[in-house]
């Protein structure tokens, strides 16, 4: 069966801290991969597309094939990350119209 | 622009009654999609909607259907509501629809949230 598993629905780390949001898929072939954010009271929006290799605010998200897992980082956290995160691999033989979003870890930076 | 807007905001229906949410794309954009997303979960995709046509169905039952008008809105209709029909309604909507080897980065409604006693 396809799944993403997002272990962790709680993360909580200190200002300036480094975090990890860890996502774990089984997909056979290779999907592609996104992190989702949701700010307090805004829209669900995309924090970063691994395909792109960018960093966004910060953070970075590497694919590890051997592990099927895409665990979002950032080397010292601030308190404005404090958001909801998903992780969406998409299944590429049905194409990106069918998204895959993990359960969501919320995550608390604390000052 | 305001982005994606849907209405109502806020619905509560009892079981067995129908339901229809309503979806505004960014102007421009001609691709739509809803999710579910239920407490706890992360969305879970079950329709896409292009050029008034359905381009993808997620795994939910035929008491979901929408469609897509002339001017791309979109309505999302649920039959027979049950309790676990309870959710967010999230809408989507992209320049055009991603087929496998293109994508087009979806924006996201607030959503609308359904209560069904």
């Known amino acids: 069966a396809q799944r993403v598993t997002q272990p962790e629905k709680l993360l909580s780390v200190f200002k300036g801290a480094p975090v990890e949001l860890k996502c774990n898929y089984s997909?056979?072939?290779?999907?592609?991969l996104f992190w989702y954010v949701q700010y307090s009271r805004q829209r669900l929006q995309l924090l970063l597309r691994h395909i792109s290799r960018e960093s966004i605010k910060g953070f970075t998200a590497d694919l590890n094939k051997g592990e099927t897992s895409f665990h979002l980082k950032k080397p010292f956290a601030q308190e404005e990350d404090s958001a909801m995160y998903y992780c969406a691999p998409t299944p590429p033989l049905l194409g990106y119209n069918d998204m895959r979003f993990g359960a969501g870890t919320r995550l608390t930076v604390k000052p | 622009d305001a982005g994606v807007t849907q209405s109502p905001t806020h619905l509560i229906k009892t079981r067995g009654q129908h339901v229809t949410l309503r979806c505004s794309p960014i102007s421009g954009h001609k691709s739509v999609s809803w999710y579910q997303q239920v407490l706890g979960q992360g969305p879970q995709f079950i329709f896409q909607y292009y050029e008034k046509e359905e381009r993808g169905r997620g795994n939910f039952p035929d008491r979901f259907s929408a469609r897509q008008f002339p001017n791309y809105s979109s309505e999302l209709n649920v039959n027979a509501l049950l309790l676990g029909d309870s959710a967010l309604y999230l809408c989507?909507?992209?320049?055009?629809?991603?087929?496998?080897?293109?994508?087009?980065?979806?924006?996201f409604g607030p959503g609308t949230r359904l209560t069904v006693l």
């Open positions: 989507a909507s992209s320049i055009r629809t991603s087929g496998r080897n293109s994508y087009n980065e979806q924006f």
């Open positions: 997909y056979s072939g290779s999907p592609e």
